[in-house]
Every structure is written in C-alpha cells, then in structure tokens.
C-alpha cells in the first residue's frame, strides 16, 4: 500500500497514502462535486440556454406535451400551449445551429498524424493510380502493407486533411486546379467494382 502520512494524534484527518494511485484516488473525491457539475453540462452552451429564462413548470410540462391538468378544458390547454410557443422556436433554432456546428467541425477535423513513412506511401499510390483504389490494394510494392480499398481509402481521405491543414494555400490551389479533391477520395461508390 505504501508509505502513510503521520498525523497527529488529536486530528480526525485520515491517513492518506503516497502512492500515485493513493492519491488519484483522493483527487478524485476530493473534486467529485466539481465534476458532477461538469458532467451536468453546466459549461455547455446548449444547456445554458434552457436556464436562461424563468421557466415554470407548467411552462416546462406545456413544452414537452404533457397536461398538468388532464380534465381541463380543450380552450384552456390551447390557450397554456400558444403562451409557450414562441419559446418553442428556441429547440428548432438551436437544432440548426448544432447541425451547422457540427458541419463546421466535420469539414475542419484534422485527421490523426501521418507519420513519414505512411504519407510517403499514400502520395506514390496516389501518383501512380489516381482514384483507382482496386489497383493500389494489389500493387505490392507500392503497397507493403497490403491494405485493402476501405483501409486505403480511409488512410487517404486522413492524409488529404492533414495536408490540408498542414499547407492550406497550396491545397487550394489544387483544389481550384482539379488535381484532386478530399470528397474526390472520401466518395464510398470508388471501392466498388461496378463504377466507370
């Protein structure tokens, strides 16, 4: 277990252990309370949002279609239901920021590092064969690892966003070119035999 911390003897404190996990474990409950918080996406700007207003209950119940009074009448859950309505654009509207934002993150997503060797290979394949992921799977020597399509296909699309976020004016000027393009390789149909 290791070596203990002395205390003195009137202290209630415990002893706590020196070892790295000893004190992993008391960091860990020392600061569970703050990553409670955390966990509860307190610092997510999405969640923020929904306590902006005062919300009340029925507000709350109204929004997610449930009835706080199931005999009322027809007139006044309508009448509760337009009262909420515009705080309902909200959703929507937050809807499609997200789906802009993750958009944003897919297209700007810097794939994992390319070590020397790998974006060596990957540049000769795509010299030699272009788009043709077939050919490159049975090349042997340009290919020694002897990948076949998918993984080649994946290992390129990587490649081509980590030149592109490596050398973004160059990548461009290629891209205006028409030398090649990261959707050219990303496009699922190349591994199959049956395109033209």
Known sequence: MGRLKVTPKGKVKKNIPITRVGKKQYLKRRFAHVRAVDVAGANNRFTQKYFEGNNTAEQT???????????????????????????????????????????????????????????????NLIQRYGTDLKGMSLDRKLNPFQLNARQLQRQIVNYLKWEKAAFPAQFAEAEKKGWFAVEQYADPQLRSAQRL
Not at 76 to 84: D, F, H, I, Q, Y
Not at 87 to 115: M, N, Y
């Open 61 to 123: 119940f109204t929004r997610l279609g449930l009835a706080i009074d199931p005999s009322a009448a027809k007139t006044a859950r309508e009448k509760r239901k337009s009262k909420v309505r515009p705080q309902t654009r909200r959703v929507f509207e937050e809807q499609d920021e997200l789906a802009a934002h993750v958009q944003h993150v897919k297209a700007t997503k810097i794939g994992r590092p390319v070590s020397e060797q790998e974006g060596s290979t990957i540049a």
